[in-house]
C-alpha cells in the first residue's frame, strides 16, 4: 500500500484550515496518512495528528525554520519525500507552499498540479480540478497509481474541501529529522508582519471587500466595523492598492490572494475579470454598488443597488442586533 504525506502548515499553536482539510481528504484515499511539520514546537503540534489518522509523523524543529527560507525549506522537504517516497503529497496552496513546492517538485523530480479547487480519491487514484485562465475555464487532472515510484504534488486552495472530525485520542509515530548543512544563497534577515489579528484571507470564512467606490482609504473603516461584526476579514481590489490605500496583503484578485470564503461581500467594487478570478470560488457572494449593470452583478448571489456609504452602515447596525 502507497502512502500520502500530508504538508502539515501551521500558525502559533494550531494547524491552518487548509491542513485539516487536506486531512481529512487523505483519510478517504484509502492509502497510509503520514505528515511534515516544520518549526520549533512541531513535535507537541505533530502528536495531535494521530486523531486525524496519520500513522507518522515527520518533525524537525530546527530554529532555524521558524521562518521560511525557500533554501532550507526545500532541503528537508526534499529529504523527507526522498525517504518516504509516498505516492502524493498534499499540501495547501497558501504563499508559502506555492513558493517551495515547485523548487520541491524539480528537486524530486515530481508532478505536480497547483492552485487545485476539487480532489477525490478512487481506489489509491486522485482527481483534482483547477481552474484556467481567471477562472474562465478548468482542467481535470487525472493522477494513476505509479509503477515507477514518482510522487506527485499536489496544492489545494483553502476552503474548497469539508474538514472532519477527529477520530478520537490514536498515538501517531514521531519521526525526527534533522536539518542538514546548506550553502545558503539567501538570507533572510529580517520578516515584518502585519498589525491585525485577523485571520489571512487566503483562510477567513468571512471576507468584506473594498473597491474605487469607497472614494478613499479613510472610508474602509466603513468596511472594518462591518468585518468587526461578522468576524470578517476586509479585502480590497487591486485598484485600490495600486493606489496606496491599502497593503497589497489585502487584495483579492489574480495578482493577488485567491480565496473562498462562505460568504464574501464586495463593497463598491465593479468586478473587473482580475478580481472575479481571485473570488469567483465564494459560496454566497453579495455585491453592493450604485451603478444596476456592473459586472460584479453577474457573479453576485445577491446584489444590492445603492450608495455604499448608506448600505454598509445599515447592514452593520442590522447584523448588530441579530447577533447581540
Not at 36 to 54: D, Q, T, Y
Not at 217 to 227: S, V
Not at 311 to 318: D, F, I, K, S
Amino acid at each position: 500500500m502507497g502512502s500520502i504525506l500530508v504538508f502539515a502548515e501551521h500558525l502559533g499553536s494550531d494547524f491552518k484550515r487548509g491542513t485539516y482539510e487536506l486531512l481529512t481528504a487523505a483519510q478517504t484515499s484509502g492509502l497510509e496518512v503520514n505528515a511534515l511539520v516544520l518549526g520549533p514546537g512541531s513535535e507537541p503540534l505533530a502528536k495531535k495528528l494521530g486523531a486525524w489518522g496519520v500513522k507518522e509523523a515527520l518533525v524537525c524543529e530546527d530554529n532555524n525554520l521558524k521562518e521560511y527560507n525557500p533554501e532550507l525549506f526545500l532541503s528537508i522537504v526534499a529529504e523527507a519525500i526522498s525517504s518516504l517516497k509516498p505516492e502524493y503529497v498534499l499540501a495547501p496552496a497558501s504563499m508559502l507552499c506555492r513558493d517551495l513546492f515547485p523548487r520541491v517538485a524539480q528537486k524530486v523530480t515530481s508532478a505536480v498540479a497547483s492552485d487545485c479547487t476539487e480532489l477525490s480519491f478512487t481506489g489509491g487514484a486522485a482527481d483534482v480540478r483547477k481552474p484556467l485562465y481567471a477562472g474562465r475555464c478548468s482542467a481535470k487532472i487525472e493522477f494513476q497509481n505509479s509503477t515507477s515510484g514518482m510522487t506527485k504534488i499536489i496544492l489545494m486552495r483553502a476552503n474548497q474541501l469539508p474538514v472532519g472530525s477527529p477520530m478520537g485520542q490514536a498515538e501517531v509515530s514521531i519521526k525526527k529529522l534533522s536539518l542538514k548543512p546548506v550553502d545558503l544563497k539567501t538570507k533572510i534577515k529580517e520578516i515584518v508582519k502585519g498589525a491585525t489579528e485577523k485571520l489571512d484571507l487566503t483562510e477567513a470564512n468571512i471576507i468584506v471587500s473594498g473597491g474605487r467606490g469607497m472614494k478613499g482609504p479613510e472610508h474602509f473603516k466603513l468596511l472594518e466595523d462591518l468585518a468587526s461584526v461578522l468576524g470578517a476579514t476586509v479585502g480590497a481590489s487591486r485598484a485600490v492598492v495600486d493606489a496606496g490605500w491599502v497593503p497589497h496583503s489585502m487584495q483579492v484578485g489574480q495578482t493577488g490572494k485567491t480565496v473562498a470564503p462562505t460568504l464574501y461581500i464586495a463593497c463598491g467594487i465593479s468586478g473587473a475579470i482580475q478580481h472575479l478570478a481571485g473570488m469567483s470560488g465564494s459560496k454566497v457572494i453579495v455585491a453592493i454598488n450604485k451603478d444596476p449593470d456592473a459586472p460584479i452583478f453577474q457573479k453576485s448571489t445577491y446584489g444590492i443597488v445603492g450608495d455604499v456609504f448608506e448600505v454598509v452602515p445599515a447592514l452593520t447596525e442590522e447584523f448588530k442586533k441579530l447577533l447581540q
